[in-house]
């Protein structure tokens, strides 16, 4: 990860002093990811993770941690945001607006089985129907508007076939969302970058057990299915060859209909929804790694891998079963 913004022991330490959570111990710099700053730090109550917002606006990020507290007080395991003497989730460090979350448990699986995905799947639709009377609502800021600004960014930076390619399937997103079935895809919010490294696992108890999702700050609003095509192309996918693994994607999609069956016009357009995600990852890894950010950790990742997965993925189109597989 990125540590753009480098915060002092003793400014932490107040920090975590005025939230109640005692004096702190120990404050260490978190590698992975590449939008915000993190931290891990412990004090005697337990550990915990401080994140400076470097893109985020003050005005935007309530949402965020109001949707993770919403999610957590409905038994999805989210970290849960730390409020101060007034109840105020959002704070300041370093100059920066902040947040301090809880710590989840275990360990990343990044090579999942056919079980974790289906773990992955049916906490995923629970979460899908916790957010139905989420209070507050915010536009998915990496949606189809950040997809059209983006792509003239970057086709100075790509050969002229990965331009046209980047252009007609900008178009081709367009148009099937303005279309009558993409309009009526069901909306809600969405976690939108629920990638392997954003799940935690737990194997004390002998299986491993799913035990939290985390990393929700590009969440907002907009089709369910969406979060559900990121899953797919993440958790589901060779990471090789970029193709989609059948097993893994069926136990996914069999967890989650048994939570949320999905609608008709869910099915139908699945394939154009896995289109939609490789292009929003593309994107962006295009833009962090012709365009990158000054950071002291910063490692922008190749984006070759979404190009790959965005070709098979028009190449060969998937549909899930229409019901939950036995």
């Known amino acids: 990860m990125a540590v753009y913004t480098e915060v002092g022991f003793a400014e932490a330490d107040a920090l975590l002093r005025r939230l109640g959570l005692d004096a702190l111990t120990d404050l260490r710099g978190i590698r992975s990811g590449i939008e915000n700053t993190n931290y891990y730090a412990t004090t005697a109550r337990g550990q915990w993770v401080v994140t400076l917002f470097e893109r985020l606006s003050r005005d935007e990020l309530p949402y965020y941690l109001a949707l993770m507290q919403h999610l957590a007080q409905h038994g999805i395991p989210v970290p849960a945001p730390q409020a101060d003497a007034d109840g105020g989730l959002?704070?300041?460090?370093?100059?920066?607006?902040?947040?301090?979350?809880?710590?989840?448990?275990?360990?990343?699986?990044?090579?999942?089985?056919?079980?974790?995905?289906?773990?992955?799947?049916?906490?995923?639709?629970?979460?899908?129907?916790?957010?139905?009377?989420?209070?507050?609502?915010?536009?998915?800021?990496?949606?189809?508007?950040?997809?059209?600004?983006?792509?003239?960014?970057?086709?100075?930076?790509?050969?002229?076939?990965?331009?046209?390619?980047?252009?007609?399937?900008?178009?081709?997103?367009?148009?099937?969302?303005?279309?009558?079935?993409?309009?009526?895809?069901?909306?809600?919010?969405?976690?939108?970058?629920?990638?392997?490294?954003?799940?935690?696992?737990?194997?004390?108890?002998?299986?491993?057990?799913?035990?939290?999702?985390?990393?929700?700050?590009?969440?907002?609003?907009?089709?369910?299915?969406?979060?559900?095509?990121?899953?797919?192309?993440?958790?589901?996918?060779?990471?090789?060859?970029?193709?989609?693994?059948?097993?893994?994607?069926?136990?996914?999609?069999?967890?989650y209909q048994a939570v949320r069956p999905l609608t008709h016009a869910e099915i139908r357009l699945m394939p154009g929804l896995l289109r939609a995600a490789a292009l929003r990852f593309w994107l962006s890894r295009l833009r962090d790694w012709h365009l990158p950010r000054d950071a002291a950790l910063l490692q922008p990742k190749d984006p070759a891998h979404f190009e790959r997965l965005l070709r098979d993925r028009i190449d060969n189109p998937w549909h899930p079963p229409a019901t939950p597989s036995p």
């Open 90 to 255: 959002l704070h300041t460090l370093a100059g920066k607006p902040a947040a301090v979350v809880t710590r989840l448990p275990g360990s990343h699986r990044l090579s999942p089985e056919a079980p974790h995905c289906a773990q992955v799947g049916e906490m995923l639709a629970r979460a899908h129907l916790a957010v139905a009377d989420l209070p507050v609502e915010q536009p998915h800021l990496r949606g189809l508007d950040w997809w059209a600004a983006t792509v003239p960014e970057v086709l100075p930076f790509v050969d002229a076939a990965q331009a046209a390619l980047l252009q007609d399937e900008l178009a081709f997103q367009q148009q099937l969302a303005a279309s009558a079935a993409g309009r009526s895809l069901p909306r809600g919010a969405i976690h939108a970058d629920l990638f392997r490294d954003n799940v935690m696992f737990d194997e004390t108890a002998g299986e491993d057990r799913l035990c939290g999702f985390f990393d929700y700050y590009f969440a907002g609003t907009d089709t369910l299915l969406f979060d559900i095509a990121v899953c797919l192309n993440d958790w589901c996918a060779d990471l090789t060859t970029a193709s989609l693994d059948e097993e893994r994607a069926l136990a996914f999609m069999a967890a």
